[in-house]
């Protein structure tokens, strides 16, 4: 995904209505490419049905699919998935992939899946992550897992818009959404710290959280 993020917006603001005019300031802002924790925790696990939580444009969804996933991509902007879905068709996924606007605030699974992944679902307006993250894990099938790989700092000249909630370790979110429990096993609590340049050249590092959980079978 892209470091800088550069734009306006205000508590009041509702989910759809600012990220939607977060994706209209420009033609395309991640960068197409799978995000690298992701990449690194599921390439060895065995393709199934998956879930991508705030897919934005696709790149994840679709590198899923290219590996043999069947996904579901969940955004809360039409125009992200739009874009999305223009790529899987680029890339000749589109048959293996479910695109669906939904605003994840009022979002109960109907379903489960072999792999929910959540990769950096942060917002600065109303984004109740815990409430949906503990939603995911109740969407994660028997033997399955839960992915979420979030921000746990930025630099401080970042221009990232602050998020809603705080951000915690992969430790600290295993707890909060009870995972440390005897049904689930923690696969990977890892921070991953990694080199950034700011837009004035600066230079800097960004820690991710990076926590894996897998259900009993
Ligand atoms: C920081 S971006 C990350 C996008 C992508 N996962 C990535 O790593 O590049 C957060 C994404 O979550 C989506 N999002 C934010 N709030 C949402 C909500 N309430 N319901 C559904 N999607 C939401 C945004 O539209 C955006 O695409």
């Not at 009041?12 to 197409?32: K, L």
């Amino acid at each position: 995904m892209s470091e800088h993020v550069g734009h306006n917006h205000g508590e009041t603001e509702v989910p759809d209505d600012f990220w939607e005019s977060f994706y209209a300031e420009r033609d395309q802002i991640w960068s197409g490419k799978p995000n690298a924790m992701l990449v690194r925790e599921a390439s060895d696990l065995q393709p199934g049905s998956a879930l991508e939580l705030g897919c934005g444009e696709g790149a994840d969804a679709i590198w899923l699919a290219a590996q043999g996933w069947q996904v579901t991509g969940i955004d809360v902007s039409g125009l992200a998935l739009e874009r999305a879905a223009k790529h899987a068709e680029d890339a000749g996924v589109a048959e293996k992939i479910q695109w669906l606007k939904r605003d994840l605030s009022s979002w109960e699974p109907a379903t489960q899946y072999d792999l929910v992944s959540a990769q950096f679902l942060h917002s600065p307006v109303e984004l109740p992550r815990n409430t949906i993250l503990a939603a995911a894990a109740r969407a994660v099938a028997p033997g399955g897992a839960l992915l979420v790989v979030g921000h746990e700092s930025f630099p401080s000249w970042s221009k990232h818009p602050e998020p809603h909630e705080p951000l915690p370790t992969a430790a600290e979110l295993a707890v909060e959404l009870g995972l440390n429990a005897p049904d689930w096993s923690l696969e990977t609590v890892d921070s991953v710290v990694r080199d950034i340049t700011g837009p004035e050249g600066q230079t800097g590092t960004l820690t991710d959280s990076v926590l894996l959980a897998r259900r009993a079978g």
